[in-house]
């Protein structure tokens, strides 16, 4: 497969390893915010290979561990409803909420649809214009342009059925939280490729110089990571606090400006809850008032949500890089993928799933 | 976050005043949303997530880095043992 | 005044199913003279009792039974009635039986075409031709529009086992080889990709097909395999883990020998999906002492169905119960079951 292949050649993969190696002359600790990095990261064992003197850490770049508990418990209200035709990807059906799951919701007779672009829950919207259709537009930066889209081209045919429940989070505030906390020990960040194809690296050049750390637009297939792992290493090594692109073939310093005009458009900033993690300012996105009327929150006034969290759970200190899933005392006991506890158990790329699924160094 | 898969640009066409286009991946093929690409032509491979193109492939880029880490490679900074790498595992 | 009752005779030409066509009665009749019996007659279901009697030939017999759900149920490259008739004629072979008879029992949907009904019984009356194999007892039953989606099927099935075979998933041991008969994910992706919903199109067909000529070839040449297993609903991954597992062995493959099609490829990597996860419906995966191995891939590889069969690994002494890949990196990673249904991802 063209742009693939090649980035999984195992000989070029194993020359940036050799320099990595060559490079590194002192313990390194390395952020990859993205959980699809962290989900290639472990699927191709990547961390096995990397030199003990490298430690990477797994950041909070998945958008589904990272959805509050009552943007669950509303999702699941809102899917339970008759009227409703609820759509989502796939990544958010396993994820529990206080008491169940958006499965379970379908067992119950709720009408839940697997989509794969918001673009399909709208044409379920023109198809079904006596039901009421909402998606689930969770995502990082990434996904904004697809749910922009999705509510302009519903406001522009004027499809009136249709609503998206938002869960939006930004990169760079999270970051900034991070490198804020004296608990960080991370010393340089693969930043997330393919949020910024969507939005640029301009923002991190700002985060690079007030924290004095390297910043590196890194992909997602091994060759890709450890260019990225190599880049950063090589900025450390000189002490350089710079953003430097590894990912040149997708992303560029200003990004795609036709998205961000878009995303501007529909989207406003605002303060987010993290799961987790709390409350993060200006860290995500919700419709303007000239959409308002897309807004599921707003169109379905569920009240009475009571979220409760596992008092067991850490994925906050798993997603901010400060526990790693395997040291937590119920990972693989209380919290497992088929009774997780948290988000990170549940997501395909949350840390704690892909150490279960593929990684339990304990074992091997 | 951000599973996103090139694919080549087989065909454009417009769909609910939409550009749109048909994308092969590796035979087979997907509808994407071709708003956020408006330069791209027939050929030219881009990547996909959620059902949008979000990007070009830039092929000099990929090519120029390609070919400095196989310069890297033949300068012998590793020497394949003529099967897979050795496998340095715990 | 004479009341002169109006005879209400039922309508007798449809073209959907009705809730009598499960009722027992004329309808009922009708169904199985018109559908059933022109498709699948033979010896032991002509006389329509309400069992069938047969002798059973010498050796141990292996039962089996399947139901089929599938949705949708005519796919690229098949339809539910094959895999019904396939699937437990597969269950029979990999256990080294030799399928004799099977059942077929059908829950239908009031509403559903009666078309559509024939197209599926014809495949299961060429299926079972194809497998040497006949339906010799049955049963329809009808529930309200609604209750079943279509169509379900359920088919079980007798066989007899030769005298020297004895396949079974505790037989594992450490050295043996691991291999693969062909290419994986076909049918899984074949589905997944024809249902609505997803703005997909591709020409990945369902690998749907019988077994029992391949595996009796196999065990002519090499009686000695210790297990096989067609790698149905969780794919690959579940079948090394149930071997893994019931043999309390480890298992170990190689990332780089899985044989998979391009465009099932490339449908998984845009969905996200672990092609060792998706269902294969012709496929085997087979177990044998490492000394035997070429052999038997000489003799998958002398039909179409085997043509791509390779060893992908081997069983070990280490992690029993544990499967484990070495990556194309030289890294290792479990593979684990699927918890479940497999979903697209974007993340």
Same mark, same amino acid.
């Given at each position: 497969?063209?742009?693939?292949?090649?980035?999984?050649?195992?000989?070029?993969?194993?020359?940036? !390893?050799?320099?990595?190696? +060559?490079?590194?002359?002192?313990?390194?600790?390395?952020?990859?915010?993205?959980?699809?990095?962290?989900?290639?990261?472990?699927?191709?064992?990547?961390?096995?290979?990397?030199?003990?003197?490298?430690?990477?850490?797994?950041?909070?770049?998945?958008?589904?561990?990272?959805?509050?508990?009552?943007?669950?418990? +509303?999702? !699941?209200?809102?899917?339970?409803?008759?009227?409703?035709?609820?759509?989502?990807?796939?990544?958010?059906?396993?994820?529990?909420?206080?008491?169940?799951?958006?499965?379970?919701?379908?067992?119950?007779?709720?009408?839940? +649809?697997?989509?794969?672009?918001?673009?399909?829950?709208?044409?379920?919207?023109?198809?079904?214009?006596?039901?009421?259709?909402?998606?689930?537009?969770?995502?990082? @930066?990434?996904?904004?342009?697809?749910?922009?889209?999705?509510?302009?081209?519903?406001?522009?045919?004027?499809?009136?059925?249709?609503?998206?429940?938002?869960?939006?989070?930004?990169?760079?505030?999270?970051?900034?939280?991070?490198?804020?906390?004296?608990?960080?020990?991370?010393?340089?960040?693969?930043?997330?490729?393919?949020?910024?194809?969507?939005?640029?690296? @301009?923002?991190?050049?700002?985060?690079?110089?007030?924290?004095?750390?390297?910043?590196?637009?890194?992909? *997602?297939?091994?060759?890709?990571?450890?260019?990225?792992?190599?880049?950063?290493? @090589?900025?450390? @090594?000189?002490?350089?606090?710079?953003?430097?692109?590894?990912?040149?073939?997708?992303?560029?310093?200003?990004?795609?400006?036709?998205?961000?005009? #878009?995303?501007?458009?529909?989207?406003?900033?605002?303060?987010?809850?993290?799961?987790?993690?709390?409350?993060?300012?200006?860290?995500?996105?919700?419709?303007?008032?000239?959409? /308002?009327?897309?807004?599921?929150?707003?169109?379905?006034?569920?009240?009475? &949500?009571?979220?409760?969290?596992?008092?067991?759970? !850490?994925?906050?200190?798993?997603?901010?890089?400060?526990?790693?899933?395997?040291?937590?005392?119920?990972?693989?006991?209380?919290?497992?993928?088929?009774?997780?506890?948290?988000?990170?158990?549940?997501?395909?790329?949350?840390?704690?799933?892909?150490?279960?699924?593929?990684? +339990?160094?304990? $074992?091997? | 976050?951000?599973?996103?898969?090139?694919?080549?640009?087989?065909?454009?066409?417009?769909?609910?005043?939409?550009?749109?286009?048909?994308?092969?991946?590796?035979?087979?093929?997907?509808?994407?949303?071709?708003?956020?690409?408006?330069?791209?032509?027939?050929?030219?491979?881009?990547?996909?997530?959620?059902?949008?193109?979000?990007?070009?492939?830039?092929?000099?880029?990929?090519?120029?880095?390609?070919?400095?880490?196989?310069?890297? *490679?033949?300068?012998?900074?590793?020497?394949?043992?003529?099967?897979? =790498?050795?496998?340095?595992?715990? | 005044?004479?009341?002169? =009752?109006?005879?209400?005779?039922?309508? $007798?030409?449809?073209?959907?199913?009705? $809730?009598?066509?499960?009722?027992?009665?004329?309808?009922?009749?009708?169904?199985?003279?018109?559908?059933?019996?022109?498709?699948?007659?033979?010896?032991?279901?002509?006389?329509?009792?309400?069992?069938?009697?047969?002798?059973?030939?010498?050796?141990?017999?292996?039962?089996?039974?399947?139901?089929?759900?599938?949705?949708?149920?005519?796919?690229?490259?098949?339809?539910?009635?094959? #895999?019904?008739?396939?699937?437990?004629?597969?269950?029979?072979?990999?256990?080294? /039986?030799? =399928?004799?008879?099977?059942?077929?029992?059908?829950?239908?949907?009031?509403?559903?075409?009666?078309?559509?009904?024939?197209?599926?019984?014809?495949?299961?009356?060429?299926?079972?031709?194809?497998?040497?194999? $006949?339906?010799?007892?049955?049963?329809?039953?009808?529930?309200?529009?609604?209750?079943?989606?279509?169509?379900?099927?359920?088919?079980?099935?007798?066989?007899?086992?030769?005298?020297?075979?004895? #396949?079974?998933?505790?037989?594992?041991?450490?050295?043996?080889?691991?291999?693969?008969?062909?290419?994986?994910?076909?049918?899984?992706?074949?589905?997944?990709?024809?249902?609505?919903?997803?703005?997909?199109?591709?020409?990945?067909?369902?690998?749907?097909?019988?077994?029992?000529?391949?595996?009796?070839?196999?065990?002519?040449?090499?009686?000695?395999?210790?297990?096989?297993?067609?790698?149905?609903?969780?794919?690959?991954?579940?079948?090394?883990?149930?071997?893994?597992?019931?043999?309390?062995?480890?298992?170990?493959?190689?990332?780089?020998?899985?044989?998979?099609?391009?465009?099932?490829?490339?449908?998984?990597?845009?969905?996200?999906?672990?092609?060792?996860?998706?269902?294969?419906?012709?496929?085997?995966?087979?177990?044998?002492?490492?000394?035997?191995?070429?052999?038997?891939?000489?003799?998958?590889?002398?039909?179409?169905?085997?043509?791509?069969?390779?060893? &992908?690994?081997?069983? &070990?002494?280490?992690?029993?119960?544990?499967?484990?890949?070495?990556?194309?990196?030289?890294?290792?990673?479990?593979?684990?079951?699927?918890?479940?249904?497999?979903?697209?991802?974007?993340?």
């Amino acid at each position: 497969m063209k742009y693939i292949d090649e980035y999984r050649d195992p000989y070029l993969a194993r020359t940036l !390893l050799d320099e990595i190696k +060559r490079k590194t002359s002192r313990q390194w600790t390395i952020m990859e915010i993205c959980g699809g990095q962290t989900h290639s990261i472990v699927r191709n064992g990547i961390d096995q290979l990397l030199p003990d003197s490298i430690k990477l850490v797994h950041g909070p770049g998945c958008p589904v561990c990272v959805t509050p508990l009552e943007s669950i418990d +509303r999702a !699941l209200a809102i899917a339970a409803k008759k009227e409703v035709i609820f759509t989502s990807f796939g990544d958010m059906l396993r994820v529990p909420g206080s008491r169940r799951d958006l499965f379970v919701v379908r067992s119950e007779g709720g009408d839940v +649809r697997i989509v794969f672009s918001p673009l399909d829950a709208l044409q379920i919207a023109r198809c079904n214009p006596q039901k009421e259709v909402v998606f689930f537009a969770v995502g990082f @930066e990434t996904t904004a342009p697809a749910n922009a889209m999705a509510v302009y081209q519903a406001a522009r045919e004027g499809i009136e059925n249709f609503s998206v429940l938002v869960s939006q989070v930004m990169v760079p505030p999270v970051m900034r939280l991070m490198l804020s906390s004296p608990e960080n020990s991370v010393q340089g960040f693969l930043a997330a490729g393919h949020v910024c194809a969507v939005m640029g690296y @301009e923002e991190y050049e700002l985060l690079a110089c007030e924290f004095q750390v390297p910043i590196v637009p890194t992909g *997602f297939e091994p060759v890709d990571l450890l260019a990225g792992i190599l880049q950063t290493v @090589e900025l450390l @090594e000189e002490g350089r606090a710079e953003v430097v692109n590894r990912y040149g073939r997708v992303v560029s310093r200003k990004g795609n400006l036709i998205a961000k005009t #878009l995303i501007e458009k529909v989207f406003e900033v605002t303060d987010r809850q993290w799961r987790g993690i709390g409350c993060i300012p200006q860290s995500g996105f919700t419709l303007r008032e000239a959409f /308002a009327r897309y807004d599921a929150e707003k169109k379905f006034n569920v009240t009475h &949500i009571c979220s409760k969290e596992s008092p067991l759970c !850490l994925s906050g200190r798993v997603l901010q890089g400060v526990l790693k899933p395997d040291s937590c005392p119920a990972f693989a006991k209380e919290c497992t993928p088929e009774h997780p506890l948290g988000a990170t158990m549940v997501s395909s790329e949350g840390a704690c799933a892909a150490y279960y699924n593929y990684h +339990r160094n304990v $074992m091997l | 976050m951000c599973l996103a898969i090139p694919g080549k640009l087989l065909k454009i066409f417009d769909e609910n005043g939409l550009k749109m286009g048909t994308v092969d991946v590796n035979g087979s093929q997907t509808k994407a949303c071709l708003e956020y690409v408006p330069d791209i032509v027939i050929g030219q491979y881009t990547i996909i997530h959620a059902g949008f193109a979000l990007k070009i492939i830039d092929e000099a880029e990929a090519a120029e880095s390609l070919k400095l880490w196989q310069e890297l *490679f033949e300068s012998g900074a590793f020497e394949p043992d003529g099967g897979q =790498p050795s496998p340095e595992v715990l | 005044m004479t009341i002169v =009752p109006i005879c209400a005779a039922p309508i $007798m030409q449809h073209e959907t199913v009705q $809730m009598a066509h499960g009722a027992g009665g004329r309808l009922s009749q009708a169904l199985m003279q018109k559908f059933f019996m022109p498709n699948f007659h033979n010896f032991f279901l002509d006389p329509l009792d309400d069992q069938a009697k047969f002798n059973l030939p010498a050796g141990r017999t292996a039962f089996s039974t399947d139901t089929y759900v599938v949705s949708p149920i005519f796919f690229p490259g098949g339809n539910i009635g094959e #895999l019904a008739v396939y699937g437990t004629v597969n269950d029979l072979a990999v256990g080294g /039986a030799q =399928p004799l008879y099977l059942s077929a029992g059908f829950v239908l949907e009031e509403g559903f075409p009666l078309a559509d009904l024939e197209t599926i019984v014809v495949s299961m009356a060429i299926a079972a031709e194809k497998t040497g194999v $006949m339906i010799v007892t049955g049963d329809t039953k009808v529930v309200g529009k609604g209750q079943c989606d279509k169509i379900f099927i359920n088919t079980s099935g007798i066989g007899i086992i030769k005298n020297g075979v004895n #396949l079974s998933c505790r037989n594992l041991q450490a050295g043996d080889s691991i291999i693969l008969s062909g290419t994986v994910g076909d049918h899984g992706m074949a589905i997944m990709t024809s249902r609505e919903g997803l703005s997909f199109q591709s020409q990945i067909r369902s690998d749907c097909a019988p077994l029992n000529g391949m595996i009796s070839a196999v065990l002519e040449t090499v009686p000695s395999v210790h297990a096989m297993r067609d790698p149905t609903r969780g794919g690959v991954a579940a079948t090394l883990n149930e071997l893994a597992v019931s043999s309390s062995v480890g298992i170990e493959i190689n990332e780089t020998s899985i044989p998979i099609q391009p465009d099932v490829r490339g449908a998984c990597e845009l969905l996200g999906i672990d092609p060792l996860h998706v269902a294969n419906e012709g496929k085997l995966v087979i177990a044998v002492a490492a000394a035997d191995a070429a052999k038997v891939l000489d003799v998958l590889h002398a039909s179409e169905q085997g043509k791509d069969a390779v060893i &992908i690994g081997s069983v &070990i002494a280490d992690h029993p119960s544990m499967v484990v890949m070495r990556t194309a990196f030289g890294s290792r990673r479990i593979i684990t079951l699927p918890l479940g249904e497999q979903l697209p991802r974007i993340c």
